[in-house]
């Protein structure tokens, strides 16, 4: 995987990737897709071994679908008949205020398997905590062979000198230092992480400060073997709680008696006292459980924060180094993976050598947008969690409390968009990347809540079930595609020529049926790696060359 040389005693690699986190995991994953060694350094010596987010959205699980990972992913956590209701409670042994009802894992494989030909969603968001998944990755990253792995090491230092980025990493255990020349590296290390700041990158935005989700907050994992059984209601993948004693809520880690419970510090500085963890979580339930805590986790709530830039000549960030979320919405870790599927493809391309000058700057151009309109949405949906009225008497069983719990419902009945948001999963646009073409056509306008399928160049190629119920992205090749719909005679050669020319991998796919070429309204469009439509056309046009230029960073339109 890495050989020695490059001079000054350092290790040859073609990437490192700094953070082996989430997002660090599927950036490695993804250069192993396409032909790229790489080395993953991490400061703890495994994966997450503590619960953090639930949910992976349709467009990561599209991600992990292109890596051949989604079938099995979706078999971890959560048992597939149990419900992922989100329900809201003054105490979960009391009032209910309101129920977002979701259907089980099993209910949403249904659905896919009985889709129609133009039905959007081939991956349904997907409810698992993320140390399951984080888990999983980290076992299949062993069994790569183009992956080396240096969990329990960290970077301590880089310099980028033009040609190559020098990297130290340094061993926790025993101080012992190492040295790596790479063609580029990635830092997916985090907030707080080593990359962002040797490039001296700024975080800019907003942060909230209210009662809840709006400051620091403590993730409390526990064990609860009654729970359930205590519980006399239909289960819910996530209870809230919504009284003048505490607020929180607890999510099903394993539908059995694993659980999480999210509540803030009264003040930024207070330790975790696990005794008032203990009065919280009895004051939620309502009744006393017998339960025992596993591990606590600091967090800070209501974060909007975007870097100013996303790296630079060699050096490139992703996930939480460039964006700092709430968890409302669910779009921190799902964002991030989007960043590792556009990032992988284009440092492969220019590891290889078919990418051109202009494809790192592209990354930044196409995905900053999107973490400030992301950003933006969850701290939207913070605000209102953190808005729910909550009066005097909600807890009494007279008038009063009934009055003050219908206010509280009827505020939380319009919460459904903070579990739905397919706008927001399915719908990031690259509309002024300079990788793109524009066909003078206007994109559909955003919507968070609701998904717009379009081939206008920049967006993510509308879905489509082929016969035999098999997924369109599961024909695409792994470089460019080009789609040749029903109808179109275009000869694809000269494009091919074109692609081969300057190595860049190329497939044609052809698609029948009037429903898919009326989905796409061309009759060609060229797919990048990532599922974006770069172009389309009736026609070729006249000078593949520079179409193929365009669209892999070499200039030209």
Known sequence: MAERGGGEGATKVPVVIAGGGPVGMTLANFLHFYGVPCLVVNREKSSRLTPKGSTHNSRSMEHYRRLGLARAIRKLGLPADHPTDVGYFTRLTSWELARLAMPSEAEKMRRVAAAAPADQVPEPIFRCNQMYVERYLFEHLKSLPSVAMR???????????????????????????????????????????????????????ETLNQDYMGGTMVASYLRAPDLYRTLDRPRCWQYWMVNRDVRGNVISIDGADEFQMGTQLRAPDDPIDEREMARRFRAAIGVDVAFEFLRHARWRGGQALVADRFGQGRVWLAGDAVHLFSPTGGFGLNTGVDDAANLAWKLAALVQGWGGPALAASYEAERRPIAIRNTSASARLARN?????IGPAIDADSPDGAAARGAASAFLSNFGEEFASLGVQLGARYDDSPIVVPDGTAPPAFDAVVYRPSACPGGRA???WLDGHV??????????????????????????HAARACGVPFSV??????????LYERGLALVRPDQHVAWRGDRLPEDCAALIARVTGWGGG
């Open 462 to 464: 509308p879905h489509f």
């Open 471 to 496: 997924s369109l992205f599961d024909r695409l090749g792994r470089g460019f595609t080009l789609l040749r719909f029903d109808g179109c005679r275009a000869d694809a050669a000269p494009l091919a």
């Open 385 to 389: 969690v953190g808005a729910v009225p």
């Open 151 to 205: 969990y329990g090491w960290s970077c301590v230092g880089f310099t980028d000198r033009g040609g190559d980025v020098r990297v130290e990493i340094e061993e926790a255990d025993t101080g012992r230092r190492e040295t790596y020349a790479c063609d580029y590296l990635a830092g997916c290390d985090g907030g707080q992480g080593v990359v962002r700041r040797g490039l001296a990158i700024r975080y800019a935005g």
């Open 509 to 518: 796919l052809d698609v029948d049926g009037d429903e898919a070429r009326d």
